[in-house]
């Protein structure tokens, strides 16, 4: 099974500061997913980054999946108290078949 | 499309009483699973089903059991509870040959006392 290790687990910030977290792992992801949750709710799907070097971006969000597929990084710019939340980041292997391995999370709190 | 639902929302046991934890999607999802989220940690995969009638074991698998007689339906059966149970558990669902995006339900929050 896959580690994925997720930095820094906790971050409070001020409105308007930007801010980047983590998902690292030994391996090589085949692909891999960010989602959100806030409390008392589920996970939401943020994104999914397959392609090695690949860059995706969602309004404030960056997405950024390393050249070797072993990392990936969460960049928000200007965060706003909405984002305030746990990131997940989680990877599905090869086979897929409908299971995740996930990371332990980065909870993050913005300030207004 | 009500996507994926869970009940009960929330649900106290006591230890060694047995409960059945309900989910349902309706997207047409090939894929269910359930995992279960402990203060400071992720998600972790208790078991998941890649159709009708198939099921497997994921990472804490014990003192549960599954079923899956439709596409639809995936309940999570606790056999005796124990407090080591108490935790959130979520549903989620994903698609065949896609690249593992999975749909979340809300949750279902239980104590055992």
């Known amino acids: 099974t896959q580690l994925l290790e997720q930095s820094p687990q906790f971050l409070s910030i001020q409105e308007g500061e930007n801010l980047t977290v983590y998902c690292n792992s030994s391996s090589v992801f085949s692909s891999l997913q960010w989602y959100r949750q806030e409390p008392g709710e589920g996970p939401v799907l943020l994104v999914t980054?397959?392609?090695?070097?690949e860059v995706k971006k969602l309004k404030r969000l960056t997405f950024q999946f390393g050249d070797a597929r072993k990392d990936s990084s969460l960049h928000i710019t200007a965060a706003q108290p909405g984002d305030t939340g746990l990131y997940l980041c989680?990877?599905?292997?090869?086979?897929?078949?409908?299971?995740?391995?996930f990371g332990d999370g980065t909870t993050l709190t913005v300030k207004p | 499309n009500a996507g994926v639902t869970q009940t009960p929302k929330f649900q106290v046991l006591k230890t060694g009483q047995s409960m059945t934890l309900q989910c349902a999607q309706d997207?047409?999802?090939?894929?269910m699973s359930w995992y279960r989220q402990d203060p400071g940690m992720g998600l972790r995969l208790i078991h998941y089903?890649?159709?009708?009638?198939?099921?497997d074991q994921g990472e804490v698998p014990n003192g549960y059991n599954v079923s899956r007689s439709t596409t639809e339906d995936f309940p999570l059966r606790l056999l005796s509870a124990a407090p080591s149970q108490t935790s959130v558990y979520f549903c989620?669902?994903?698609?065949?040959?896609?690249?593992?995006?999975?749909?979340f339900g809300p949750g279902t929050r239980l104590t055992v006392t």
């Open positions: 980054v397959v392609t090695g070097g």
């Open positions: 089903s890649v159709g009708a009638g198939i099921t």
């Open positions: 989620a669902s994903s698609s065949f040959g896609g690249s593992g995006e999975q749909y």
């Open positions: 997207m047409n999802h090939e894929y």
């Open positions: 989680a990877e599905t292997g090869e086979t897929n078949a409908g299971k995740s391995t």
